[in-house]
């Protein structure tokens, strides 16, 4: 195949109008959100809390419709096996802005945190924080990396260009423009990203529908023509396995950075519930036209087209639907925005996830474990190289690493199982307590482990019941595998036992110090009667470097940003002990 003209213009034209984007938001925003001591590291976390309902809709959009988001949901409407009834995504990922916005948007915004780690380091310390960082972390430099992995393989579908070539190309400019301006060059980018995204798969759809090698995809919805009806159907040995993902996409989708940068950017705690209803309602629209092209791949004689007479699904290229169907069902010229649409989806959630990763760090690890007295200039360089490296270990993984989607697809799993029952412990149940998130943190890994992970060819050691083995044939090599499937919800299971773990081990362990039936010099964690874990609960800020202060010496607090909302919480020990004053939000001590 020779070289795809108009592929290359897209390439080149969208990748220069992205980095103009990018670099203008940074000089239009270089001095928003600075503080008056001249403090940028929260402005290039959260954009100095200043973003609108029209810029903040986007991002929080673009974040979601990513190139996973697109390409995924074509393939599964596209796969005989499953169809529209297991391209679940859309769905999953619209229902958990919705209950995002509704239950844990508000709170997490009025009290002004930075990061999604900061209530937990406030409650739990320091060195759990450390802990819940390493899931975090794994999510967003796995997904970085799986979806610049699929950007290598769309372009070599519709340009014969060198994959390597063009996956570093778009990961530099991804990480330029993040490291120049942050959130607001991350923010200002998704919107044209978004555009792009829209108008590029909408132009394609048409075209391709009106393709004579296309049949009615109303008829292919229900009948067999060139393989199973594109519908799907979810059969009743399944309907446990359906579930489980299904929760996962909903609340697994909650506790992820880069969905608290948004909120946490919002211009109030209002701004941030509307702004999770705005991104949900525009995840559905966005996926409309990669549902329309997995039919039309499903709906497809393939032999009348360039690509040949094998189907995709028979030589294995099933991911890449949408890039084919933008191939070989579409005139050249159209597939020049269906290439800047590919390319923008994968771009608006690599900068995304890079930006979280480094935030994260540079705040709550380099900055509350290990530097606390570091000035604001050190934790912006902190921060600046930590998006370079993150950015080159997510490039290097999507070139060297063959199983980048099973690592994404375990890592999201231990989000969902670890890390969300922890944040409803944090904000919702009262009393829980260092000892209890460490149980439930083990428990979760536990059991999500155990139960193996076929995309890494991880075997489990816990068979949960209706257990059943797999195979999977590979039509290239006719190469047979045979792999274990799980279809007991054992991912939800997983999660509500790391959260009833945390909540019983929390008052077992409260009980047994308070009761005097363990002495207080075994509370090693500081987490029940020391007065380290009493300085936590207070919300206080600590005057010198040493642990042994008395609550005495405690710094005065300052009235919080915005008005206290009594009651948003059921946790109250998060919020303030006394109710005569609300706290400074954590972490904003100058």
Known sequence: MGIHVEGLVAIVLFYVLILFVGIWAAWKNKNSGVTADGHRSESIMVGGRDIGLFVGGFTMTATWVGGGYINGT?????????????????????????????FFAKPMRSQGYVTMLDPFQQLY?????????????????????????????????????????????????????????????????????????????????????????VSDISITAKEVVYQSPWLGKIVSDDKWLWADNFCLLILGGIPWQVYFQRVLSASSATYAQVLSFLAAFGCLVMAVPSVLIGAIGASTDWNQTTYGSIPPKDKDESEMILPIVLQHLCPPYISFFGLGAVSAAVMSSADSSILSASSMFARNIYQEAFRQLASDREIVWVMRCTIFVFGAAATAMALLTGSVYGLWYLSSDLVYVIIFPQLLSVLFVKGTNTYGSVAGYIFGLLLRIGGGEPYLKLPPFIYYPGWVTQERVHHLTGDVEYFIQQRFPFKSVSMVASLLANIIFSYLTKYLFESGILSHKYDFLDAVVSKHSKEIMDKTTLVGNHDNITLAEMAPVRQALGPPLAGTFRNNEILSDDGGSSPEPFGNED
Request: charged share 5%; net charge negative; aromatic share 14%.
């Open 125 to 213: 310390g320091k060195r759990m924080g450390g802990l819940l960082f390493i899931p975090a972390l794994m999510g967003e430099i796995f997904w970085s990396a799986a979806i610049l992995s699929a950007l290598g393989a769309t372009l070599s579908v519709i340009v014969d260009i060198n994959i390597n070539m063009s996956v570093i190309i778009s990961a530099l400019i991804a990480i330029f423009y993040t490291l120049v301006g942050g959130l607001y060059s991350v923010a200002y980018t998704d919107v044209v990203q978004l555009f792009c995204i829209f108008l590029g798969l909408w132009i394609s759809v048409p075209f391709a529908l009106s393709n004579p090698a």
């Open 74 to 102: 074509a393939e599964y409407v596209y796969l005989p096996d499953f169809g529209l009834a297991w391209a679940q995504a859309p769905f999953g990922y619209a229902l958990s802005l919705v209950v995002g916005g509704l």
